[in-house]
């Protein structure tokens, strides 16, 4: 219907929502009718209250999983905020016209499903073959002067004289670039389904009574020549739907920058808002010398150096090189350009980090208590403010340490036990997938009191919150949630025996003892020596974390000491392997002895017993024998005359190179120094590859070169004296010769051998 008035824009456009504005307060609407979602209407009293702040958005997700998200973000210059900001100042209605939140969940689901089901891949050809036909706007790059489909928006529309010129460019862009795509055969169903949805919502608008000409439309500029006419009778299709709820949550100018969400984004949201201010202030230089003045502040933060007079020169350098371009006004490009040449003096990486700073910014929007948040959500800030963690939201990732320890210098029991109580609910976000915690491990060995953790807010996290609404309506119960589903599904005692690690790490004794039973049931199971070494582990951290974490532990120990005596007894037999498996079971062997050497009720009888008999054994894997071979000399348990004898027996003419030469490769698995400081364990080497013929040597030079590849070259030296003083010669000199880099031709023939099949 004619007289309807249509306002195109971006939907993260600053000079779009500052002559909106002006358009609206010259056309004076009765109604407005905006592009978003209808059901968002809801959150609009949110919206304008003075306490939110931008960047913020409205997220909407389904109530069953798989969990689908749709988020419309808005900054301070989106178009649709300012509509509603003046909406609201001059008390005029307004309605939201695009589909309900429910259909596009639908319609995302629809799409993600029809990817994982095609098997033929056709799904995805199509896909790929539409990605591969030239892009509308990459087109438009080719053809502007700028080179840059941004810098030509920027250049061309940013920076309109006035709303009348705005008005009539967008629209005409969005007309040309809607006719590019509907000939490339862009025009997708979604787009269809939108259109004819707006279209029922301006129709109804006009046919209540509303004056065409009172009402106005704003819309993204691509949709306007679609919304213009339609048939009075147009049908309205069925729309799928997906149950779905919503909610405002806060946003980041850096998630802005490199998500564009429901609507179009933009690469330097913090430079689009300094536009923004300029046209508030009617400065349109404004942008430019603020842009260039941060950057050097930023600098100077940094502890680069950076004046006034490189500000000047810089300003007026980006002035020329717009003229130079043919505009007014220095866009994004002419003045990134002018900082590297005037304040980085040519270099981009001098100013690189104030650039970012600068573009994109660490600005993170701010909401009301409470407002239209899920139980979980709520849940979330409220232990973010109790457990003092509340300047940590910040997008810069910050680095946080927690002693766990009772503080005896504070008065109440919630200040002594504060960092524990940071710890559990940190860990319980980790169990969650909420990336706002990092846990690293801690620097101090052994330091069980103490843990690292690096803090970093992202919409993601406050996304991640919201599905985890469907686990619990707490942190606490939706982490309780994770692990019993982590131990329902999962069929090994290791990964159960995780589960209760991570209960305790959470501080939830009662999902720790729903833990504890289900690893009593598997316990009796047929139980593999890998995992029977990893469940033990697990159980031995438990234990040695218990006191600080004030946890009860009674119900943990015969469980471990249950499996620990069933490890003992298969761990021979587990050596019956080959090498593909033989890492893996010796990462087992050196967890056990971790474990018995942490835990001293454990029968340590049985576990030197079971060390004993796999160092001595011949049809074991000779690695392995090896390995166990150091662990009794770094434990004492072997003298070495009898390590003597031991390397007589592996390495003597009668064994094969390649098993000999495994053999010495697991000794050196464990205790490098104890084994070079050991001269008589060199002496036997030096004797066995005095006994081989050529052949023998080679074959044994290959296994050797891989036993000593991960030496350190002080690890060298040392070996090298040991030799020095076997040979009678200087060790400085025998170091100096064996490291010596090698000639080509000895370098081919070392190389060679590599390739040999030795029968093996």
Avoid at 432 to 452: C, D, H, M, R, V
Avoid at 473 to 495: G, I, N, P, W
Avoid at 735 to 745: I, V, Y
Wanted: negative net charge; contains cysteine.
């Amino acid at each position: 219907m004619s007289g309807v008035n249509f306002f195109g824009i971006r939907h993260l456009s600053p000079a779009g929502a500052f002559y909106l504005r002006e358009f609206l307060n010259e056309k004076r609407p009765e109604l407005v009718i905006i592009e978003a979602p209808v059901d968002f209407e809801d959150t609009s009293n949110d919206i304008v209250r003075p306490e939110t702040k931008p960047p913020f958005a409205i997220l909407a997700y389904t109530k069953s999983l798989p969990v689908r998200t749709v988020l419309y973000p808005f900054a301070r210059y989106s178009p649709e905020y300012q509509a509603i900001l003046w909406c609201h100042e001059n008390n005029v209605p307004f309605r939201f016209m695009d589909l309900p939140s429910e259909t596009f969940l639908a319609l995302t689901d629809e799409k993600i499903r029809k990817a994982e089901q095609d098997e033929n891949g056709d799904y995805a050809e199509d896909m790929e073959q539409i990605e591969q036909k030239p892009d509308v706007y990459e087109r438009i790059a080719e053809k502007s002067a700028d080179g840059s489909h941004e810098t030509f928006w920027e250049r061309t529309l940013e920076q309109c004289a006035d709303f009348s010129a705005y008005h009539e460019g967008a629209n005409l862009f969005g007309s040309k670039i809607r006719e590019f795509s509907e000939k490339d055969g862009f025009d997708a169903k979604e787009t269809k389904l939108r259109e004819i949805h707006m279209r029922s919502v301006i129709r109804n608008a006009v046919n209540s009574g509303i004056a065409p000409e009172k009402t106005v439309v704003v819309t993204g500029a691509y949709h306007v020549e679609g919304l213009k006419t339609w048939e009075t009778d147009e049908e309205l299709p069925i729309f799928p739907k997906l149950t779905a709820l919503h909610t405002l949550m806060p946003y980041s100018y850096y998630r802005l920058s490199t998500r564009s969400g429901y609507g179009a984004g933009n690469k330097a949201p913090a430079y689009y808002e300094l536009i923004w201010d300029g046209l508030s202030k009617g400065d349109k230089m404004y942008a430019a010398n603020a842009y260039l003045s941060k950057i050097a502040e930023k600098m100077r933060e940094n502890g680069g150096a950076a004046s006034s007079a490189q500000v000047i020169e810089g300003v007026r350098l980006a002035a020329s090189l717009a003229k130079l371009r043919g505009g007014n006004i220095p866009t994004l490009r002419d003045l990134r350009d002018a900082a590297q040449t005037c304040i980085g003096e040519g270099s981009l990486a001098a100013v690189s980090v104030a650039v970012a700073d600068t573009e994109i910014g660490t600005k993170i929007g701010e909401l009301p208590e409470g407002v239209s948040q899920t139980s979980i959500q709520n849940d979330f800030y409220r232990l973010l403010k109790e457990l003092k963690l509340e300047k940590y939201r910040s997008v810069t990732s910050q680095g946080l340490r927690l002693d766990l320890r009772e503080n005896i210098r504070v008065g109440s029991e919630k200040s002594a036990f504060l960092d524990l109580d940071r710890s559990f609910f940190l860990h319980k976000l980790r169990v969650l997938g909420i990336g706002f915690a990092e846990y690293l491990p801690s620097k101090q060995e052994n330091a069980t009191w103490s843990e690292e953790w690096t803090v970093c807010w992202t919409p993601e996290c406050e996304i991640a919150l919201v599905e985890s609404a469907l686990k619990g309506d707490t942190v606490e119960l939706a982490a309780a949630f994770q692990l019993k589903e982590k131990v329902e599904r999962s069929d090994e005692m290791s990964v159960i025996a995780g589960a209760l690690e991570d209960a305790f790490c959470c501080g939830m004794s009662a999902a720790a003892s729903c833990c504890v039973s289900a690893l009593q049931r598997s316990a009796v199971d047929t139980v593999s020596f890998e995992d029977l070494a990893k469940t033990a582990f697990r159980l031995s951290d438990i234990i040695s974390y218990g006191d600080i974490r004030r946890a009860d532990c009674s119900e943990i120990i015969p469980i471990l000491q249950q499996i620990y005596l069933r490890a003992c007894l298969v761990m021979t037999d587990a050596c019956v392997c080959d090498d593909a498996a033989c890492r893996a079971i010796a990462d087992s062997v050196n967890m056990l002895n971790s474990v018995e050497l942490s835990q001293d009720f454990l029968d340590s009888e049985k576990w030197l017993s079971a060390l004993n008999e796999t160092a001595r054994r011949d049809d074991l894997n000779t690695k392995l024998s090896g390995l166990c071979t150091a662990i009794l000399l770094e434990r004492n348990q072997m003298t070495n005359e009898q390590l003597k004898i031991e390397v007589s027996r592996r390495l003597s003419k009668g064994v094969p190179a390649d098993l000999g030469a495994a053999w010495f490769e697991g000794l050196t698995l464990k205790n490098r120094y104890g084994l070079i400081a050991r001269l008589s364990l060199w002496e036997s080497l030096d004797e066995y590859i005095e006994t081989l013929d050529d052949d023998e040597f080679k074959r044994a030079l290959v296994f050797l070169r891989r036993a000593f590849a991960d030496f350190s070259a002080g690890e060298k030296n040392s070996i090298a004296e040991n030799l020095g003083e076997l040979w009678g010669l200087n060790g400085e000199e025998v170091s100096e010769t064996l490291n010596a880099k090698l000639d080509d031709a000895s370098q081919e023939a070392v190389d060679a051998l590599i390739d040999i099949d030795f029968d093996i």
